[in-house]
């Protein structure tokens, strides 16, 4: 690539991290490359092999989503066998400055950066755009963030809304929790909002209705429903899709998050069409004397496979990060 003054983003899974470039004063990714995780020993060989990838000797700084808590210097990788020390790899590599924030937060930063064509209305209304924006998403656990706006941007929420308690509302989601209870002692919203939460479902609603769950991946739960080869399997989706829709809800009223929900992650976009005809939206309004303040607020799918380098690069010259 030409000279310019680049710095280094990245958004870093179990599975596979993504990096790429920004110039000095943009937040648009360039020379995107996805890497396996597993074929490299550990960050600095992925972040040199990046670089001589696109062909860039160095960058003048460094901001890195991972996929774990963040705390002081020291980052350990949830589901990756990667660990380093931030200011190790700063000097390692010259940077002026590295930044390394939690994955959902970069999300939540990306957001406001997500082309409208990229954005799918679920329901609600026109909002406020001066208040909150709830950010969340099922994946490999249930992410939760926020963004408050301020004069010249957005303060991002690092939260884990997550591990909230599970909050059954009829006979079926009380046998629901009953069961998982058994299995997990407490059960928070992540223990049915994510890829192993919706198998975790699949199974309980296989106990209550006493028939067979022969479908052992959420990946083929998913299938089945959207196939319409697998009753039960269709009717777990929907339960999940609800219960989202109510955990969503909850999070509104809690944040005041006027500003719209933003729907993130790799599952929603998988089964869109199912979703938006899904009883999500019945599960977000169903707030009671809330209702109206529910209809108010738009719900979005976040369709943008990269908002989490949009959020890394946002991160990087914003000082609330």
């Given at each position: ?37 597993g ?69 939540a ?82 223990r049915?909002?994510c ?30 429903a ?29 944040l ?30 169903d ?13 979005y ?21």
């Amino acid at each position: 690539m030409t000279a310019a003054h680049y710095s280094l983003v990245g958004d870093i899974g179990g599975t596979n991290a993504r990096f790429a470039l920004v110039e000095r004063g943009s937040v648009q990714p360039r020379a995107i490359e996805i890497l396996p995780c597993g074929e490299y020993n550990n960050l600095e060989n992925a972040v040199r092999d990046y670089l001589t990838r696109v062909g860039v000797s160095e960058v003048d700084g460094a901001c890195l989503a991972v996929a774990s808590p963040v705390r002081g210097t020291q980052v350990r990788m949830t589901n990756n066998h990667w660990r380093f020390d931030t200011e190790e790899i700063r000097k390692e590599f010259g940077w002026a400055a590295f930044k390394v924030i939690n994955d959902f937060t970069a999300m939540a930063l990306g957001v406001p950066h997500v082309a409208d064509d990229q954005l799918v209305h679920v329901c609600g209304g026109p909002g406020d755009s001066r208040r909150p924006r709830l950010v969340m998403g099922p994946g490999t656990g249930l992410g939760v963030s926020g963004l408050v706006p301020i004069q010249q941007g957005w303060v991002p929420l690092m939260t884990e809304g997550g591990h909230v308690d599970f909050a059954p509302t009829d006979d079926t989601e009380m046998a629901v929790l009953r069961i998982l209870k058994a299995r997990f002692g407490r059960v928070s919203v992540e223990r049915i909002l994510c890829g192993q939460g919706l198998l975790n479902l699949y199974q309980a609603h296989a106990e209550i209705q006493g028939v067979a769950a022969p479908l052992d991946g959420p990946e083929k739960i998913t299938s089945a429903a959207l196939d319409n080869t697998d009753t039960l399997a269709r009717h777990t989706l929907r339960h999940f899709c609800e219960l989202l829709g109510r955990v969503a809800g909850n999070g509104v009223l809690t944040l005041g998050s006027t500003g719209g929900v933003y729907l993130c992650g790799g599952i929603l976009p998988r089964i869109l069409d199912f979703f938006l005809e899904s009883p999500f939206s019945s599960g977000f309004e169903d707030k009671g004397r809330m209702r109206p303040l529910l209809e108010f607020t738009p719900v979005y799918v976040v369709m943008e496979p990269y908002t989490g380098l949009l959020g890394a690069a946002e991160a990087l010259g914003n000082p609330e990060v």
